[in-house]
C-alpha cells in the first residue's frame, strides 16, 4: 500500500501518496481526478523507482487556492511539492490536464527535470484555443436538490469510459464532487494556456503516450511530439481516455520501459 502524507508549501498543504525507492517520478492526473488516478500504477512503478502520486492544487486532499487557477499556478505547486520533498531533479509523468501541468513544470525549470512522459496530452495553440472556446462544458452540472446533477456527470463521462468497469467512472464522479463548484477550471486552465509559447523551453526527454481510442488526444501525437526533438511516442490498444487506470499494466510498462534508459 502507498503511504499518504501532507507537505506543507507556500501555496498550502499538497497531499501526495508515495510508493518505492531509488529515482524520483512524480504523477500528475487529469481534472478532475486526484491521486487516486494512479492507485493502481503506483505499485508497479514503485517496484522500480520512488513513484510519488500528487493531488494537484485545488483538487483530491490538496488546499484548493483562492485565486484563478492556470496550468502555472498547477506547476508552481508541482515544484513546491518537489521543495517540500527534498527532489532536485524528476522525472514527470502527467495525463491529459497532468501533462500539460508536466510540460510547464518541464519549461520553466528544465535543469529539474529528467525526462517527460506526456500522456493523451492535447497540442495547445491559437487554434486549438479558437476550436474550444464555445465547446459546451466536459464536467461542468448544475446541482439540483433530486440529486439528478449526479447523473449528468456520469452521463457526461460515460461515452468515454468502458462499460464493463463501472468502478472507473465511479472514482471519477467520486473525485469531481469533491471539487464540484469549480469542477470545470482545470479544463479552462488548459484551453488558456499557451503551449507554443512554452514547449521549445523543454529539455527532458520525452515520451508521448496515447491510448489508441482516445479521440480527444490522439489526433495531436505528432505535432506534440514534433515540438519535442526526439521524442518517443506510442499508442495504448484497448484503450481512451481513461487509459492510466483502465489499464494499468500497460501504463506502467511504456514508462519503465521508457525511463529505465534514463534513470538510475
Not at 508536466?102 to 525526462?115: D, G, I, L, M, Q
Not at 521549445?200 to 501525437?221: I, N, Q, T, W
Request: hydrophobic content about 45%.
Amino acid at each position: 500500500m502507498p503511504a499518504r502524507a501532507y507537505a506543507a508549501t507556500p501555496h498550502g498543504l499538497i497531499h501526495y501518496a508515495e510508493q518505492g525507492e531509488g529515482a524520483p517520478v512524480i504523477l500528475l492526473h487529469q481534472t478532475p481526478r486526484s491521486w487516486d488516478e494512479y492507485r493502481d500504477v503506483l505499485p508497479l512503478l514503485g517496484a522500480r523507482y520512488r513513484a510519488i502520486a500528487m493531488d494537484t492544487l485545488g483538487f483530491g486532499a490538496s488546499d484548493r487556492p483562492a485565486e484563478e487557477w492556470s496550468v502555472e499556478l498547477f506547476a508552481e505547486g508541482v515544484l513546491a511539492l518537489c521543495d517540500a520533498l527534498g527532489l532536485e531533479r524528476v522525472a514527470l509523468v502527467g495525463h491529459h490536464t497532468g501533462g500539460v501541468i508536466a510540460t510547464e513544470v518541464a519549461a520553466r525549470a528544465p535543469e529539474r527535470v529528467s525526462a517527460l512522459v506526456l500522456s493523451g496530452v492535447p497540442y495547445v495553440d491559437a487554434a486549438r484555443r479558437a476550436k474550444v472556446a464555445h465547446r459546451p462544458p466536459i464536467d461542468e452540472v448544475t446541482p439540483r436538490p433530486d440529486g439528478s446533477h449526479l447523473l449528468d456527470l456520469w452521463n457526461n463521462r460515460r461515452p468515454y469510459y468502458p462499460e464493463d468497469a463501472p468502478d472507473l467512472l465511479n472514482r471519477l464522479v467520486r473525485d469531481a464532487l469533491n471539487v464540484l463548484d469549480r469542477v470545470e477550471e482545470g479544463h479552462l486552465a488548459v484551453n488558456a494556456y499557451r503551449m507554443e509559447e512554452r514547449i521549445g523551453l523543454v529539455r527532458a526527454p520525452a515520451l508521448v503516450l496515447c491510448g489508441e481510442l482516445d479521440e480527444f488526444s490522439r489526433p495531436d501525437m505528432a505535432e506534440l511530439a514534433g515540438r519535442l526533438p526526439g521524442a518517443r511516442t506510442e499508442l495504448l490498444p484497448g484503450t481512451g481516455v481513461p487509459a492510466v487506470d483502465h489499464r494499468p499494466d500497460l501504463f506502467a510498462a511504456a514508462v519503465m520501459r521508457f525511463l529505465d534508459r534514463l534513470l538510475p
